[in-house]
T-cell receptor
Framework: DAKTTQPTSMDCAEGRAANLPCNHSTISGNEYVYWYRQIHSQGPQYIIHGLKNNETNEMASLIITEDRKSSTLILPHATLRDTAVYYCIVRNDYKLSFGAGTTVTVRA | NAGVMQNPRHLVRRRGQEARLRCSPMKGHSHVYWYRQLPEEGLKFMVYLQKENIIDESGMPKERFSAEFPKEGPSILRIQQVVRGDSAAYFC??????????????FGPGTRLTVL
């Protein structure tokens, strides 16, 4: 699976949008971009995934660049409960490879 | 629809004892994956099972660790003769089917194993 690069940490104000970037410049055509988050050592929580097109669900939006070399996860209205480690994963098989992720802290 | 269930949530064992971790997948899911998270590290894949079959155990230590997913009942991750280095959080995930990239895995709350 392609390697991903994410910022180590970022802060976000409560009520504002949180934009989490992820670089995956070596992604291949059949690899999907998945996002999970882990809140304080709980089990990872699935957020969203996509292949080429932008995706939106009740939790977040995923914007994938046209060349697919990077993507952005958008939490539209961050709350304190969104404080977590966010993982961007590129995969084409069943093994999920979790890196260090981005530690997002939402501040009141 | 209940999520992935794991028990126990916390398990304390002394060195040399056996640890048994259980995972019940989401209803309708027939694929189970085990991951281990050592302190301050990311999750690492251990094993992938379908009912009565081990599909891929490449991430599991060759000795002392075993996994099964019987026809009836939960998946079991078994660690024999535990050592302090086995102390970690063990997460189970399940999916309805195995696909190239569209098969989302849903995780349970994990079992935190502490070896004294």
């Amino acid at each position: 699976d392609a390697k991903t690069t994410q910022p180590t940490s970022m802060d976000c104000a409560e009520g504002r949008a949180a934009n989490l970037p992820c670089n995956h410049s070596t992604i291949s055509g059949n690899e999907y971009v998945y996002w999970y988050r882990q809140i304080h050592s709980q089990g990872p929580q699935y957020i969203i995934h996509g292949l080429k097109n932008n995706e939106t669900n009740e939790m977040a939006s995923l914007i994938i660049t046209e060349d697919r070399k990077s993507s952005t996860l958008i939490l539209p209205h961050a709350t304190l409960r969104d404080t977590a480690v966010y993982y961007c994963i590129v995969r084409n098989d069943y093994k999920l490879s979790f890196g260090a992720g981005t530690t997002v802290t939402v501040r009141a | 629809n209940a999520g992935v269930m794991q028990n126990p949530r916390h398990l304390v064992r002394r060195r040399g004892q056996e640890a048994r971790l259980r995972c019940s997948p989401m209803k309708g899911h027939s694929h189970v994956y085990w991951y281990r998270q050592l302190p301050e590290e990311g999750l690492k894949f251990m094993v992938y099972l379908q009912k009565e079959n081990i599909i891929d155990e490449s991430g599991m230590p060759k000795e002392r660790f075993s996994a099964e997913f019987p026809k009836e009942g939960p998946s079991i991750l078994r660690i024999q003769q535990v050592v302090r280095g086995d102390s970690a959080a063990y997460f189970c995930a399940s999916s309805p089917k195995q696909g190239a990239g569209t098969d989302t895995q849903y995780f349970g709350p994990g079992t935190r194993l502490t070896v004294l």
